[in-house]
T-cell receptor
Framework: DAGVIQSPRHEVTEMGQEVTLRCKPI?????LFWYRQTMMRGLELLIY????????DSGMPEDRFSAKMPNASFSTLKIQPSEPRDSAVYFC???FGQGIVQFFGPGTRLTVL | SQQGEEDPQALSIQEGENATMNCSYK?????LQWYRQNSGRGLVHLIL?????REKHSGRLRVTLDTSKKSSSLLITASRAADTASYFC??????????FGAGTRLFVKA
């Protein structure tokens, strides 16, 4: 069975551009999490969904960030407009139930110039 | 602020030696987990210990939990070069909200 799939794996963009990150969770998992990892701040939880419904987006840094989960097999994280300080590795993770054990995707390394 | 704080931040050992990493946390928890992250990869779950457990084993991994001291340790026995990675403790005091520590970078020299 395939694990969590993320695309793209690498994204380089210029400040002000819109960035869309994509995630396909493991089939059967009903919880999905978006994290951001940087050297300075470590791994931060941005938002999580349960049964496709956003439960808590308090970790989303600014209104420039938005996330959707239109169905059980797909989620997006969008940054519009992007800024250099958004440069980080963004991870998607999925789990069954309350998200105690999470399965991470390979991440998307975002560089905003 | 981060719930879990790992110690040491970095550890370098010879292959065959044991590696011990520690984690301290601030609030009461339901479970504590350890994850591994290889360079350029996502985190991989290693082991979970519940708040009412004191010790747990999985292969070469041994985890202890002391809820009175709000601390946990991860022991990797007979380390291998392939164990080179960052190791994170993660706590979940609130459902869905797993909080990860800053991690310990382990380097195992062949």
């Amino acid at each position: 069975d395939a694990g969590v799939i993320q695309s793209p794996r690498h994204e380089v963009t210029e400040m002000g551009q819109e960035v869309t990150l994509r995630c396909k969770p493991i089939s059967g998992h009903n919880s999905l999490f978006w994290y951001r990892q940087t050297m300075m701040r470590g791994l931060e939880l941005l938002i999580y969904f349960n049964n496709n419904v956003p439960i808590d987006d308090s970790g989303m840094p600014e209104d420039r960030f938005s996330a959707k989960m239109p169905n059980a097999s797909f989620s997006t994280l969008k940054i519009q407009p992007s800024e250099p300080r958004d440069s980080a590795v963004y991870f998607c993770a999925s789990s069954f139930g309350q998200g105690i054990v999470q399965f991470f995707g390979p991440g998307t390394r975002l560089t905003v110039l | 602020s981060q719930q879990g704080e790992e110690d040491p931040q970095a550890l370098s050992i010879q292959e065959g030696e044991n590696a011990t990493m520690n984690c301290s946390y601030k609030t009461s928890i339901n479970n504590l987990q350890w994850y591994r992250q290889n360079s350029g990869r996502g985190l991989v779950h290693l082991i979970l210990i519940r708040s009412n457990e004191r010790e747990k084993h999985s292969g070469r991994l041994r985890v202890t939990l002391d809820t009175s001291k709000k601390s946990s340790s991860l022991l990797i026995t007979a380390s291998r070069a392939a164990d080179t990675a960052s190791y994170f403790c993660a706590t979940d005091a609130i459902p869905f909200k797993t909080i990860f520590g800053a991690g310990t970078r382990l380097f195992v020299k062949a």
